[in-house]
Nanobody
Framework: QVQLVESGGGLVQAGGSLRLSCAAS????????MGWYRQAPGKEREFVAR????????AYADSVKGRFTISRDNAKNTVYLQMISLKPEDTAVYYC??????????????WGQGTQVTVSS
């Protein structure tokens, strides 16, 4: 069982920046692909970014490309989401997720509890 704890959310003005962190409680963090998702009020959860276990491959939703950067530090069991040029439409609860690379399924196995990001106009 892997526990994921997000932090770094908050209230920021449009154009501002935030860095989210997600700490994983596992000794085998490098075995997991990691992702960030978000869910705005009244909307479905949507993909934001993902990073492979090695950190060498990343992918982003079109809506955040060029503004968000996902990274990881396997020595610290932590994945980050650096967000710049934030817009009001980025307001959502942000969740990190982990997928065991040994799994055949492409679904994420573990999810954090989420951290709120609110961007004011």
């Amino acid at each position: 069982q892997v526990q994921l704890v997000e932090s770094g959310g908050g209230l920021v003005q449009a154009g501002g920046s935030l860095r989210l962190s997600c700490a994983a409680s596992t000794r085998t963090f490098s075995r997991y692909d990691m992702g960030w998702y978000r869910q705005a009020p009244g909307k479905e959860r949507e993909f934001v970014a993902r990073i492979k276990w090695s950190g060498g491959t990343t992918a982003y939703a079109d809506s955040v490309k060029g503004r968000f950067t996902i990274s990881r530090d396997n020595a610290k069991n932590t994945v980050y989401l650096q967000m710049i040029s934030l817009k009001p439409e980025d307001t959502a609860v942000y969740y990190c997720a982990a997928r065991d690379t040994r799994s055949i399924s492409q679904l994420y196995d573990y999810w954090g509890q989420g951290t709120q990001v609110t961007v004011s106009s």
